[in-house]
T-cell receptor
Framework: DAMVIQNPRYQVTQFGKPVTLSCSQT?????MYWYQQKSSQAPKLLFH???????NEADTPDNFQSRRPNTSFCFLDIRSPGLGDAAMYLC??????????????????FGAGSRLTVL | GQNIDQPTEMTATEGAIVQINCTYQ??????LFWYQQHAGEAPTFLSY??LDGLEEKGRFSSFLSRSKGYSYLLLKELQMKDSASYLC??????????WGAGTKLIIKP
């Protein structure tokens, strides 16, 4: 089945110790997104790639970096995790992030998420 | 600023009908989405509205009024597995998704 896979599902790290979360997709979608979601809050977009074009949200801290080496993979690097970075990190894909149409091209398909705990 | 408002929590009875409202104020409008999210899991797509009116999908229906900046998700014949959070999201004029914080729906037997 075509899907979005995130690893690891659960990550425990120490304050300040770098972490890398990975996301892979078999949907061949152009757009990949990284969201941060804290309990009972809306998902917060950190950045997204439209193909190889990287788009950083203005309020995403420099502590968060991303790489997309190819169409299928995307990584989220947290260089020095703080206690406030403990959250669920969601990877999502869409066929086309900018089309205004009635098809499913704009629909986001999410991975199962990576829950980060910072000690 | 851009804003999506949804009730924080709702409770309903198994077998009943529940309506979850969403109001939005965004810079432009390019579609509204409803997602379901079970606790500790990723959101899954439920419905998409871009024109005014009702979209029906089995037990779930979604309604949109663009002039009022208003949508609702209607769930019929509630089942215990429908206990989840329901997220409303609007795509603005820049095609950015603006998310609500979600409505936690609790289903009681």
């Amino acid at each position: 089945d075509a899907m979005v896979i995130q690893n690891p599902r659960y990550q425990v790290t120490q304050f300040g110790k770098p972490v890398t979360l990975s996301c892979s997709q078999t949907l061949n979608h152009n757009v990949m997104y990284w969201y941060q979601q804290k309990s009972s809050q809306a998902p917060k977009l950190l950045f997204h790639y439209y193909d190889k074009d990287f788009n950083n949200e203005a309020d995403t801290p420099d502590n968060f970096q991303s790489r997309r080496p190819n169409t299928s993979f995307c990584f989220l690097d947290i260089r020095s995790p703080g206690l406030g970075d403990a959250a669920m990190y969601l990877c999502a894909t869409s066929e086309d992030g900018g089309a205004s149409d009635f098809s499913g091209a704009n629909v986001l398909t999410f991975g199962a998420g990576s829950r980060l705990t910072v000690l | 600023g851009q804003n999506i408002d949804q009730p924080t929590e709702m409770t309903a009875t198994e077998g009943a009908i529940v309506q979850i409202n969403c109001t939005y104020q965004t810079s432009g409008f390019n579609g509204l989405f409803w997602y379901q999210q079970h606790a500790g899991e990723a959101p899954t797509f439920l419905s998409y509205n871009v024109l005014d009116g009702l979209e029906e999908k089995g037990r779930f229906s979604s309604f949109l009024s663009r002039s009022k900046g208003y949508s609702y998700l209607l769930l019929k014949e509630l089942q215990m597995k429908d206990s989840a959070s329901y997220l409303c999201a609007v795509r603005d004029s820049n095609y950015q998704l603006i998310w609500g914080a979600g409505t936690k729906l609790i289903i009681k037997p």
